[in-house]
């Protein structure tokens, strides 16, 4: 009886009595005829790369039957590492993976005001494998502000798989300052034009955007000056140089808190500090605003990658230990599913064109 065994990747057949007879030799019509007596008609090489392509396919269609997500998941999150929207993605990523059972790894990629890494998942495979925690910054005002380098369209481009986090934006003064209400500040700036100045975090931010709808409502012709950043605004506020200051609330939660900055408005009512009222609470017909971040996924992914993230979404964003987590941040968890999330970003779009025509920032 003879056995076929491979050694060194040179087949060859041990005979009953021992001996060893290698497989290198070919009859004429391609075939070894001890290959062929063992049952084989199909030579060597061949039929291992057949039984390799066998299990390949087996593997594949074995993955395919675990159904999504049955390997790593990619969050893109278009900010530098540290950044509080960075925080907010990675507290998520970890919670995520869990309800998933599936690794959920971020990827920083920061630039262009949050365009860059949006973009880059726009261009993504459609897979679900490639997902985005992004904010308005990227999908409202740098669309707006930028559209001949910012080539994605928000709307078409993008699968909303639901709202996330808010980081209201807050107009502060310092604490010394004689305004006690946000009232008083307007009839001053009315009285006293060029009196007041502004500082936020640069043109088209969301302190931007605010500064203006404040103008346009109230009529004060407040002044503003931009800064590169956030940090260099509240500076420039803490130190005299403006008198006062429209920027994210992880910025100024130190100084509300030490008694430094005091609060006249915010985009949206803020637990640690219930007392600073928004817009709308003081009779103006609409609200400054802040800044959100939100879960997409690229355009055209199946139906099972939404079935599988959005619930899991929704339930991560209502976890009590991320709230609590994310809250000294200055970042309040509110979970809005697709459909509310596509309907506030049109009408935020809307509105910050109209106000970016109005500013002469677009045409």
């Not at 590492?81 to 599936?102: C, F, I, N, Q, Y």
């Amino acid at each position: 009886m003879a056995m076929m065994k491979s050694s060194r990747s040179i087949f060859t057949v041990v005979h009953a009595d021992c001996s060893v007879e290698p497989l290198n030799g070919v009859s004429k019509g391609g075939e070894h005829p001890l290959w062929s007596r063992a049952g084989f008609n199909t030579p060597p090489a061949k039929w291992l790369r057949l039984f390799t392509i066998a299990l390949l396919v087996s593997a594949a269609s074995h993955l395919s039957a675990q159904g999504y997500p049955n390997q790593t998941i990619n969050l893109v999150i278009p900010l530098a590492p540290g950044d509080a929207g960075d925080v907010a993605g990675r507290a998520m990523a970890e919670e995520l993976s869990k309800l998933l059972k599936a690794p959920v790894v971020t990827v920083n990629k920061p630039g262009g005001g949050l365009t860059i890494g949006t973009d880059s998942v726009v261009k993504a495979k459609k897979d679900g494998y490639t997902i985005l925690l992004t904010s308005n910054t990227a999908l409202i005002a740098g669309r707006i502000i930028n559209p001949e380098t910012v080539s994605y369209d928000s709307f078409k481009d993008l699968t909303p798989l639901g709202l996330a986090t808010r980081t209201p934006v807050m107009f502060v003064v310092r604490s010394d300052a004689p305004y006690t209400r946000f009232q008083d500040l307007v009839e001053f700036a009315k009285k006293n034009p060029a009196k007041i100045r502004v500082g936020t975090a640069g043109v088209g931010t969301a302190g931007h955007f605010a500064l203006e709808i404040i103008n346009a409502l109230s009529g004060a012709g407040i002044t503003m000056v931009p800064f590169k950043g956030a940090s260099p605004a509240a500076t420039a506020l803490l130190g005299g140089h403006v008198e006062a200051a429209i920027l994210a609330i992880g910025t100024l939660s130190s100084h509300l808190q030490s008694g430094q900055l005091r609060g006249l408005v915010v985009s949206s009512r803020s637990p640690p500090f219930p007392e600073v009222p928004t817009l709308t609470q003081l009779g103006y017909r609409q609200n400054i605003h802040g800044v959100w971040y939100g879960f997409f996924a690229p355009a055209g992914v199946s139906r099972e990658v939404g079935a599988a993230l959005v619930p899991a979404i929704e339930k991560v964003v209502k976890e009590p230990g991320i709230v609590a987590r994310l809250a000294p941040l200055g970042m309040v968890q509110e979970y809005s599913s697709p459909e509310k999330l596509v309907a506030e970003m049109r009408d935020e779009y809307q509105s910050v064109e109209e106000i970016a025509k109005k500013a002469g920032l677009i045409k």
